[in-house]
């Protein structure tokens, strides 16, 4: 589909008719939407919810040495703490014994 309008939100939300609605996307829309085409249909239970994105994102970006300043202005945190949950939640994918073997 091609985008008509120059101004607004770049992502939003489009009806099966192939109309783009007005307002944005809301963040927890995008959890959904990442899931959807990897999901097979009979799957259910875990989704990747947008937060876990959003911790990926910060916790890789901290590992390649990105200020917090930085990561804060992307992810739009505004409490350090916060943003420092997120790259600590996100390194328990990489600092456990399962990675240390190969899985």
Not at 1 to 7: A, C, I, K, T
Not at 94 to 103: F, I, K
């Given at each position: 589909?091609?985008?008509?309008?120059?101004?607004g939100p770049v992502f939003r939300a489009v009806d099966g008719y192939g109309k783009a609605a007005e307002d944005r996307?809301?963040?927890d829309s995008i959890g959904g939407i990442v899931n959807a085409p990897a999901?097979?249909?009979a799957t259910t239970g875990s989704?990747?919810?947008?937060?876990?994105?959003?911790?990926?994102?910060?916790?890789?970006a901290a590992?390649?040495?990105v200020s917090e300043r930085v990561i804060m202005k992307q992810t739009q945190h505004r409490s350090l703490n916060t943003?420092?949950?997120y790259i600590r939640e996100g390194s328990?994918?990489?600092?456990?014994?399962?990675?240390?073997?190969?899985?």
């Open positions: 589909m091609r985008r008509r309008s120059r101004s996307l809301l963040a999901r097979p249909p989704n990747l919810p947008g937060t876990a994105l959003c911790a990926g994102l910060a916790t890789q590992a390649n040495g943003l420092r949950r328990l994918f990489r600092e456990n014994a399962a990675s240390q073997v190969g899985l």
